[in-house]
């Protein structure tokens, strides 16, 4: 059943009743996926609620199923969560692993781009400071995510469309022992682990990485949402060569200074990015004072964190507009979707 499932239903529309989790989610249609493998929309039988089913094949060659589904069960033992996925439900079932996650809104990259590539100060400032505390979460739980990337920051739905999520932790790790604390030791010659446009100098050095580089990845992704793009965006080797293209992006990143990378953009992205640079290997960051660089600026430009980001104020000067590509839990998908503005910046499906 799952292998006519995912070889045959790829289609918008799911004719066949195909259930998981014990036949608690009953799956309505793809809505992406990848390499790792498919992401369905559900809805849970027991609640009527829609959620998202991921599927990865159980032969994969690096399962990171499993391992995300358990990541986020740690997350939400005994505290609440704001801004981290609700996990539904994880297991295997014929010859897929799966988890369940509650449905939330399109990923900043999407969004990003239904904006065309450009977001103002104040949006940038707004997502910044929620993107630090979900950092700083994360940090405080004990791991660090190690692919810091628009695609990997998503919005929420309905009341929490106002809410940043950040999602994707198959390739987080504990820098910390759960039991004494004790940091990681710090190493050379590691490969580069999470996305090359984004990965910190030190990441591209082969150093292990710890919490200053999840903090410097956000902010190359900060500069990427305010220049609209990197000045090593398109710096390829050659065509299948990945070390080159690591090597030529690594080059360019350590050639150019913060001040360099910065100018022209708004203050708190240089500041926040100078004190990344500073960070030493196992320092605690301070996220109020990030955080403060960002309030002072809105405060300093007469800005309020009104939640009024650039893809509502563009749905009101374009008007209603259909948005190809953008789709539930941040992954890519023909769906077609409206911004709705009178929903805190919710998706409308057409």
Not at 43 to 66: F, G, I, N, W, Y
Not at 215 to 220: F, H, K
Request: glycine share 8%; with cysteine.
């Amino acid at each position: 059943q799952f292998l006519y499932f995912i070889g045959a239903c790829r289609s918008r529309n799911m004719s066949n009743d195909v259930r998981v989790g014990h036949g608690r989610f009953k799956l309505s249609r793809r809505i992406g996926g990848g390499s790792f493998g498919e992401i369905y929309k559900a809805v849970d039988t027991q609640t009527k609620e829609m959620v998202a089913v991921k599927l990865e094949p159980a032969s994969a060659k690096v399962p990171q199923l499993v391992y995300e589904a358990r990541v986020l069960q740690f997350l939400q033992r005994k505290c609440v969560t704001v801004g981290v996925p609700d996990l539904r439900w994880y297991g295997s079932e014929g010859d897929f692993n799966i988890m369940v996650i509650e449905l939330l809104g399109p990923s900043l990259e999407k969004l990003f781009t239904y904006c065309d590539k450009r977001f103002n100060a104040k949006t940038v400032c707004m997502l910044a400071i929620q993107m630090l505390s979900r950092l700083e979460f994360l940090h405080e739980r004990g791991f660090i995510h190690r692919d810091i990337k628009p695609d990997n920051f998503v919005m929420g739905l309905g009341k929490r469309a106002h809410h940043v999520y950040i999602i994707d932790f198959g390739l987080a790790k504990r820098y910390r022992d759960p039991k004494s604390g004790t940091h990681i030791p710090f190493r050379e010659g590691k490969r580069l682990t999470g996305t090359a446009r984004y990965v910190s100098t030190h990441t591209h050095l082969g150093v292990e990485q710890s919490r200053r580089d999840d903090l410097e990845s956000l902010a190359y992704v900060l500069l990427y949402f305010s220049a609209g793009s990197l000045p090593w965006m398109g710096k390829g080797g050659v065509k299948g060569d990945k070390q080159e293209k690591y090597d030529r992006i690594s080059e360019q990143k350590m050639a150019l200074s913060p001040e360099t990378l910065c100018k022209l953009q708004p203050r708190p992205i240089y500041e926040f990015l100078l004190y990344c640079k500073s960070l030493e290997f196992a320092q605690q960051p301070d996220y109020d004072m990030c955080r403060g660089y960002f309030h002072a600026f809105m405060e300093e430009e007469y800005h309020t964190c009104d939640f009024r980001f650039n893809w509502i104020t563009h749905r009101e000067t374009a008007g209603t507009r259909s948005v190809a590509s953008m789709s539930s839990v941040g992954v890519n998908s023909s769906r077609q979707v409206t911004i709705d503005a009178s929903d805190g910046g919710a998706l409308s499906e057409l």
